[in-house]
C-alpha cells in the first residue's frame, strides 16, 4: 500500500515562495510517476506538474511554468513542490498522486484519473 502525505502549505503574500512536500511510503518508487495537482473552490482538479521518479525528468502546466518546480530526494522517499512568484489565483488544495507508470513518451501524465494514489492534500492561500 502507498501511502502520501503532503505537508507545507499556509498563508504567503503574492509575490512570495512556498515549499510543499510529499512523503511518500509503502514500496519501491523507481517506476512511479509522481504529480502535483490542485483543486480551488468550484473548480475540477487541475494538473500542476509530475516528475518521473526514475529519470527525473519533469513535466509543467502552462500556468506554471518558470515559477513552479518539483523535484524528488531519493535518499528522503519525498518528492518537492517549489512554488515561487505565487499569485492569487494560485490559491487552491495541493495534492501530491503517484501511479507505478513511466511518464516518458506518454501524454496521459497531466489527467487526474491515470493516478492510483492520491494524499490528503494541504491548502495554500495566496493572499493579494
Known amino acids: 500500500q502507498v501511502q502520501l502525505v503532503e505537508s507545507g502549505g499556509g498563508l504567503v503574500q503574492a509575490g512570495g515562495s512556498l515549499r510543499l512536500s510529499c512523503a511518500v511510503s509503502?514500496?519501491?518508487?523507481?517506476?512511479?510517476?509522481m504529480g502535483w495537482f490542485r483543486q480551488a473552490p468550484g473548480n475540477e482538479r487541475e494538473f500542476v506538474a509530475a516528475i518521473e521518479w526514475s529519470s527525473g525528468n519533469t513535466y509543467y502546466a502552462d500556468s506554471v511554468k518558470g515559477r513552479f518546480t518539483i523535484s524528488r530526494d531519493n535518499a528522503e522517499i519525498t518528492v518537492y513542490l517549489q512554488m515561487n512568484s505565487l499569485k492569487s489565483k494560485d490559491t487552491a488544495v495541493y495534492y501530491c498522486?503517484?501511479?507505478?507508470?513511466?511518464?516518458?513518451?506518454?501524454?496521459?501524465?497531466?489527467?487526474?484519473?491515470?493516478?492510483?494514489?492520491w494524499g490528503q492534500g494541504t491548502q495554500v492561500t495566496v493572499s493579494s
Open positions: 509503502g514500496r519501491s518508487f523507481s517506476s512511479y510517476a
Open positions: 498522486a503517484a501511479v507505478n507508470k513511466y511518464i516518458y513518451g506518454s501524454s496521459w501524465y497531466n489527467r487526474d484519473i491515470a493516478y492510483g494514489y
